[in-house]
């Protein structure tokens, strides 16, 4: 029984995987959000472990660059309703409007897009004895999340962020 279930899962998850890499359903970021936040390039940032170290807190590094997660109903970011731009923590590229953001229910800060295509980028990720899509920004490759195929309309999809792997600037 438990090997039907697990077998039920994985192959869930590898159709999700196929399906968002298969037909990416992004929309283009709302009108009127300010996109011309300072460092707003996908020129890559490369820094030294250490580097990293010493600009980011304990958590920020756990997460963005160890790929950690941190616990539900914890990221300060989560019940945040105030209207302006998510950047990343680690470099500060734009990612996602508070226009795409919604609460999914599942305990970290969900949005439905990011803010421009190709700012966050999928990756495969096999840990855990799962297959899952996780999500990395374009500039500094830093981990933010994961996205599933059980969003809102209209993409469908669920950003699933990390409170620490994001910084919010009001607008």
């Not at 250490?50 to 790929?67: F, G, I, P, T």
């Not at 997660?69 to 950047?87: D, I, M, P, Q």
């Not at 700012?119 to 855990?128: A, I, Q």
């Amino acid at each position: 029984m438990l090997g039907i279930a697990l077998f039920s899962f994985i192959a869930c998850n590898q159709a999700q995987k196929k399906a968002i890499h298969a037909s990416p359903k992004q929309e283009e970021a709302p009108s009127g959000v300010l996109l011309s936040l300072t460092g707003d390039t996908l020129q890559p940032i490369v820094k030294a472990d250490a580097e990293w170290r010493a600009q980011l807190s304990e958590m920020e590094y756990y997460v963005l660059r160890k790929a950690g997660t941190e616990r539900a109903f914890t990221g300060s970011l989560l019940k945040n309703k105030e209207h302006g731009v998510y950047v990343c923590a680690g470099c500060e590229l734009p990612l996602f409007s508070s226009d795409t953001k919604f609460d999914s229910g599942t305990g970290w800060p969900s949005f439905w897009a990011p803010i421009r295509q190709g700012h966050v980028l999928d990756k495969e990720d096999r840990s855990y004895g799962m297959i899952r899509v996780e999500n990395v920004c374009a500039r500094c490759g830093g981990h933010l999340g994961h996205v599933f195929e059980d969003g809102p309309k209209p993409t469908g999809l669920r950003y699933c962020m990390n409170s620490v792997s994001l910084k919010f600037v009001k607008q």
